[in-house]
């Protein structure tokens, strides 16, 4: 098992610059996810650390070594992409043992390795088969269990799940999970899908063109983001953001006003957080799953006009209109709740972000 340092590293392809000083220590054993919209350098990341591409700056090192000059092979990782690069002549046996047998690893050591693997994963009774004769679900645990069977150092992860479906993704994630909770392997996890990354994450890494900008725990980073791009990419439904203005009434108090709503005083707990944009423009930050039905000591109150409801079972997503801007709140299943009916909501102060319009950073 390996820690991975990365220092420094940039990725130059002719004119685009894909990856901008990214500096990150990996712990031996940890399960990191490194996580943006499409085009933000997180593959890049990975293929620099697998070796499978150059970078134009910067140190890659597992453990004390580094190992900008070493092949793939030579690192001691395993990747598992979303095409699950199969061998379609070999059955499965043959596929997960592939790459001891290039080894030079005897044929007894292979199979038992091949076949306790296959038990891990619940594909013992599909070693005889050929990878067309497999659902996705089992080719994606075939490939993992090819990478598995190496006992690399570091495991690299690329969108595994992409091509299945819902149900059997929300299955893998948890099986990946209790995986590395056995194995204990270090693993980079490169995925767009926020909840697979909050899931799954010792520690995530959120990317946004080409650079790191925010890394921590799923829950540090769900409830402190740094950066609208942050807060607004981390949680789902995402989160609410709506223009405001910080102005001041008679007795001195600091007030917080949404075009069309009453002020709002804001309680000296939060005043700090502010105070900074007293006299002008803000932006707030609201979850859809921090609008209340009862008001706390230190709420400020809504009134909504649903244009849109919709039950989901377990909650109803309620979209209304707030200060200009097209909001939705999570609510109870119970609550009655129609289009065109107002109702109230009150949200905690603790639970509204306050957003630099003008740079889009939070400062908690
Ligand atoms: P996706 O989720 O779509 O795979 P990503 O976050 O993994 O996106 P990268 O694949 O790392 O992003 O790409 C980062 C940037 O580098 C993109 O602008 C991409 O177009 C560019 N890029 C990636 N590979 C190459 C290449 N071989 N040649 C030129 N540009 C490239």
Not at 39 to 57: F, P
Not at 197 to 210: E, H, K, S
Not at 268 to 297: D, K, S, T
Not at 325 to 345: C, K, N, Q, Y
Request: aromatic share 6%; net charge neutral.
């Amino acid at each position: 098992m390996a820690r991975v340092s990365l220092h420094g590293l940039g990725k130059r392809f002719d004119n685009v610059e894909a990856v901008r000083d990214v500096n990150l220590e990996i712990a031996d054993g940890e399960f990191v996810v490194l996580v943006g919209p499409s085009g933000c350098g997180k593959s890049t990341t990975l293929r620099i650390i697998a070796g499978l591409e150059e970078s134009t700056s910067g140190e890659v090192r597992f453990g004390d070594r580094v190992v900008n000059d070493l092949t793939p092979r030579e690192r001691n990782i395993a990747m598992v992409f979303q095409s699950y690069a199969l061998y379609p002549h070999m059955t499965v046996e043959r596929n997960m043992g592939f790459a001891l047998e290039q080894d030079g690893t005897s044929k007894g050591d292979i199979r038992e390795t091949v076949r306790k693997t296959a038990e891990l994963l619940g594909i013992g009774e599909l070693l005889e088969r050929k990878p067309k004769a497999l659902s996705g679900g089992q080719r994606q645990r075939v490939a993992m269990g090819r990478a598995i069977v190496r006992r690399p150092e570091v495991f690299l992860f690329d969108e595994p799940l992409s091509n299945l479906d819902a149900a059997l993704r929300t299955q893998m994630r948890m099986e990946i999970k209790k995986l590395h909770r056995l194995l204990k392997t270090t693993v980079v996890y490169v995925t767009h899908d926020q909840i697979e990354a909050m899931t799954l994450a010792d520690r995530i890494v959120v990317m946004d063109r080409g650079e790191i900008v925010q890394v921590g725990t799923p829950m540090e980073v769900y409830e402190r983001p740094k950066t609208r791009f942050v807060a607004g990419f981390i949680g789902a439904p995402r989160m609410n953001f709506v223009p405001a203005a910080v102005g001041s009434n008679s007795v001195g108090d600091l007030t917080l006003a949404i075009p069309g709503t009453a002020p709002w005083r804001i309680p000296n707990a939060h005043r700090a957080r502010f105070a900074m944009f007293a006299g002008g423009p803000v932006e707030l930050g609201i979850r859809p799953e921090h609008f209340m039905e009862q008001a706390g000591p230190e709420s400020a109150l809504l009134s909504a006009l649903p244009d849109v409801v919709e039950p989901t079972g377990a909650d109803t997503l309620v979209h209304f209109p707030v200060g200009g801007a097209d909001v939705v709140a999570r609510s109870r299943p119970e609550r009655r709740i129609a289009v065109g009916e107002p109702l109230a909501f009150a949200v905690d102060f603790s639970r509204i972000y306050a957003i630099d319009p003008a740079s889009g950073r939070i400062d908690a």
